[in-house]
């Protein structure tokens, strides 16, 4: 596709967004006149509101009244279906609710048309010449064996080490090392491949990372496939390599985020492993009430957050519709770690969260280092999917390019984040198309 045919689609894109968003707005009234919008828009966000807050009740009380509270919860949208059922208008709820989703689609598509996402840097990768990989078999349920991994590493003259009873990851990398291994790898989960990882870079030695663990969100963000663990030894034969950052956690590596908080406090629970649901809901209420846990402070940037519930800290940030560290980053070369902080204490913080980029109790940041003190001498962290108690104050900080992982040459990619949406640029390229960008930033 032409640029130009690309910029003719950004600027069709966005008018449409402008047209549907507008269609939102003008459909209650049409159809419902001006009395009726008004009764719907009351009846709607009065709904949205008592779910939330009765849903913050429920994670945050005991016996009887939890209960009722998610009654309410679940009781609160059905009612709000009934009255628009009832007063004829629940077409115009669902035809008004079409044209806000068909808007963001649209506004999504000019932008992210146009914004533009810049892969790190391929460069050459030479032949290995006594690569080890380290293989997990219980991982993801097995991949290991399903996949044939250990087969096919082998054929491709790899040293490999299973997994199998109480084995230290780190010196079983060391000591690969030490024979003249001249290339680190892990079929696992991601806190075995941060492990080997640190070792990795330490030596200035290339990582290979073979997705057979759960989530493999570590595989994903470099653009690995997921579903064919194999794929990823395609590296040792026709690889290139990527020079991506690493995180540090008290000197420890983390590849994917740490958290704090709530998340991490519920994780070092013995019972959690049992039953996750029974002890998320026996130990949420102290937890966000602040009677449990520890009181945390982030330091970021020279600014204090004090008491949040719950902190995030990941190797480059996330993007901004993704506060949990369950989606995609972009990057993994930015240099720069991302940090979420979450404060919840009351009902109207809760609700607050909708309007998320005006909540007091939400902030989100890049910086260089993230430093995490409590009252506490030590405080469970989330590292990696893996539970960990460490000193305070907990010091996260990023090393710039200091991993050097090879990748196969054709791979799937990592498509773009969507995009924040930004009426102001949707304007300047509904009026002038690529050329607003260039007005704005005069």
């Known amino acids: 596709m032409s640029d130009d045919s690309a ?70 949208p059905i009612f709000v279906i009934v009255v628009f059922v009832r ?67 082998e054929e491709l003259g790899a040293e490999v080490a299973l997994l199998e009873g109480d084995v230290d990851v780190e010196t079983l990398a060391r000591q690969a090392v030490d024979r003249g291994a001249d290339l680190l790898g892990v079929a696992g989960g991601d806190g075995t491949q941060a492990l080997v990882a640190g070792i990795a870079a330490e030596h200035g030695l290339p990582f290979l990372v073979i997705s057979a663990g759960t989530r493999n969100h570590f595989a994903m963000d ?12 395609d590296a040792l034969r026709d690889g290139v390599e990527l020079r991506v950052d690493l995180g540090r956690i008290n000197g420890l590596p983390f590849v994917n985020n740490a958290s704090f908080g709530v998340y991490a406090e519920i994780v070092r629970s013995p019972a959690y492993r049992d039953d996750k649901t029974a002890t998320v809901l026996r130990l949420l209420p102290d937890l966000l ?45 930015s240099g720069r770690l991302g940090t979420v902080t979450l404060s919840v204490a009351n009902t109207r913080d809760a609700i607050g969260l909708i309007r998320r980029t005006r909540s007091q109790g939400l902030t989100q940041r890049t910086t260089l280092e993230v430093s995490v003190d409590a009252t506490a001498p030590r405080i469970p962290v989330g590292v990696d999917g893996e539970s960990l108690e460490l000193d305070t104050p907990v010091r996260c900080v990023i090393e710039p390019g200091a991993l050097r992982v090879w990748v196969p040459r054709n791979r799937p990619g990592t498509p773009a ?13 509904a009026i002038h198309g690529d050329a607003g960008k260039n007005r704005r930033t005069q």
């Open 417 to 429: 984040g969507a995009p924040t949406i930004d009426w102001l640029r949707l304007r300047d390229l």
């Open 7 to 76: 910029v003719r689609i950004r600027c069709w894109a966005a008018r449409a967004a402008f047209l549907f968003a507008a269609l939102t707005a003008l459909i209650p009234v049409l159809f419902a006149g001006v009395v009726g919008a008004l009764g719907l828009l009351i009846v709607g966000t009065g709904g949205v509101v008592v779910t939330i807050a009765a849903l913050y009740w429920f994670l945050t009380r005991y016996g009887p009244t939890r209960w009722v509270s998610l009654a309410i919860a679940v009781l609160s």
């Open 289 to 333: 009430a602040g009677h449990a846990g520890n009181r945390l402070v982030a330091r970021i940037d020279g600014t204090a957050v004090a008491g949040p519930q719950a902190i995030l800290v990941s190797n480059n940030p996330y993007g901004t519709s993704d506060l949990a560290g369950l989606s995609r980053r972009d990057r993994l070369d």
């Open 87 to 153: 007063a004829h208008l629940l077409w115009v709820v669902l035809l008004a609710a079409g044209s806000a989703l068909l808007a963001v689609v649209c506004a999504r598509v000019a932008l992210r048309s146009g914004s533009s996402r810049t892969a790190a840097a391929e460069h050459p990768a030479p032949q290995a010449r006594h690569p080890f990989l380290i293989m997990n078999p219980r991982s993801g349920g097995g991949k290991v064996e399903k996949f044939d991994l250990r087969r096919k590493a």
């Open 222 to 233: 470099l653009g690995l496939d997921r579903a064919d663990p194999a794929a990823g030894l």
